[in-house]
Antibody
Framework: EVQVLESGGGLVQPGGSLRLSCAAS????????MTWVRQAPGKGLEWVSG????????HYADSVKGRFTISRDTFNNTLYLQLNSLRAEDTAVYYC??????????????WGLGTMVTVSS | QSALTQPASVSGSPGQSITFSCTGT?????????VSWYQQHPGKAPKLIIY???NRPSGVSNRFFGSKSGNTASLTISGLQAEDEAEYYC??????????FGTGTKVTVL
């Protein structure tokens, strides 16, 4: 079964850091682009960052550029999102999603359950 | 990065058809055939129901139909059922290697 599972969320103070993980299984990890999407409480979906499969190129939303870093471990089939300089407005459920192909343009067909990040003092 | 514009809410009776829009610009919806739609029930992860404007993933009901004209994409749900009550988000690739979601439409089955 194709699935992704996030972990690593929690409560962190403003200015702090956190690393989210997304364990992928059931598909050839390097053949697909992966992405992070977040959803603040009671709000809509916001694309955060993407990682292309074969070329390893990365992309970020303006709201997180310079603070978040996406990476992957192909040996362990795991996608990461390093969150630095966290702000209250970063509070959200963070979803990991697999794209339908190896393209930054492709839709997201497999989603995890999400991991909650709360930034508060 | 501004979101795509969707109506906040749409409602219909069981069996009816409803259609709602997703409006962007020539830099996203109008410029690429990479519009997708997601269904999200409360407390659940989003589910892909339409990709590349009008394609349905395997297992998604053929009651869902996607289309696009210019800078506006649309989702039609025919034969409305109670289980269709959810939040729906459109999304599109946007030039500059970014991706954008719509503001979301809450569908209520009366």
């Amino acid at each position: 079964e194709v699935q992704v599972l996030e972990s690593g969320g929690g409560l962190v103070q403003p200015g702090g850091s956190l690393r989210l993980s997304c364990a992928a299984s059931g598909f050839t990890f390097t053949n697909y682009a992966m992405t992070w999407v977040r959803q603040a409480p009671g709000k809509g979906l916001e694309w955060v960052s993407g990682f292309n499969g074969n070329y390893g190129t990365t992309h970020y939303a303006d709201s997180v550029k310079g603070r978040f870093t996406i990476s992957r471990d192909t040996f362990n089939n795991t996608l990461y999102l390093q969150l630095n300089s966290l702000r209250a407005e970063d509070t959200a459920v963070y979803y990991c999603a697999k794209r339908t192909g190896d393209s930054k343009r492709a839709a997201m067909d497999v989603w995890g359950l999400g991991t909650m990040v709360t930034v508060s003092s | 990065q501004s979101a795509l514009t969707q109506p906040a809410s749409v409602s219909g009776s069981p069996g009816q058809s409803i259609t709602f829009s997703c409006t962007g610009t020539s830099s996203d919806v109008g410029g690429y055939d990479y519009v997708s739609w997601y269904q999200q029930h409360p407390g659940k992860a989003p589910k892909l129901i339409i990709y590349d404007v009008s394609n349905r993933p395997s297992g998604v009901s053929n009651r869902f139909f996607g289309s696009k004209s210019g800078n506006t994409a649309s989702l039609t749900i025919s034969g409305l059922q109670a289980e269709d009550e959810a939040e729906y988000y459109c999304s599109s690739y946007r030039s500059g290697s970014t991706y954008v979601f719509g503001t979301g439409t809450k569908v209520t089955v009366l």
